[in-house]
């Protein structure tokens, strides 16, 4: 058995490739459309996964957009997508200067939390040791469910 990827429903497929791929630094490796399911499947993986996920189609994030307006609620209901990466507070501050909330901030150097633009908790963790904890993320509470 192997993990292949994860997927989370989209409202908006400019809006979330601009937060998952912009914003966050993921890479989009393939993408596919269905006329007659009527729907879009972008498949998206960490810059330290491309190389794996283009010959072994994992580890990725598949983005699925239904062409046909759905309600989608409790995003948190499958738990969250979780990422390492080099730097959490350079991360943090990128996606808060452009507008995400930081629902649990890296006070400890370790582990934050934010949500995508549907809903989708995702969880932020440092690659090796935390780093030492620094302002504005040591004194910063928490603002919302994560």
């Known amino acids: 058995m192997r993990y292949l990827h994860t997927m989370v429903r989209v409202h908006n497929v400019e809006q979330s490739l601009h937060f998952y791929c912009d914003l966050f630094g993921l890479v989009e490796i393939r993408r596919h459309e269905s006329e007659r399911g009527r729907f879009t499947l972008i498949f998206l993986a960490a810059p ?8 072994k189609a994992a580890p990725c994030l598949e983005l699925t957009y239904n062409w046909d307006p759905e309600t989608y ?3 948190r209901n499958f738990g969250h997508l979780a990422y390492e990466v080099d730097d959490i507070y350079a991360t943090c501050q990128k996606l808060m200067d452009n507008g995400i909330v930081i629902n649990r901030p890296p006070r400890d150097g370790h582990m934050a939390f934010v949500r995508s633009p549907d809903g989708i908790s995702i969880e932020i963790l440092q690659k090796g040791e935390s780093l030492a904890p620094a302002e504005p993320w040591a004194s910063m509470p928490n603002t919302g469910a994560w």
């Open 73 to 75: 609620t409790g995003g």
């Open 48 to 55: 330290g996964d491309v190389d794996a996920a283009k010959q």
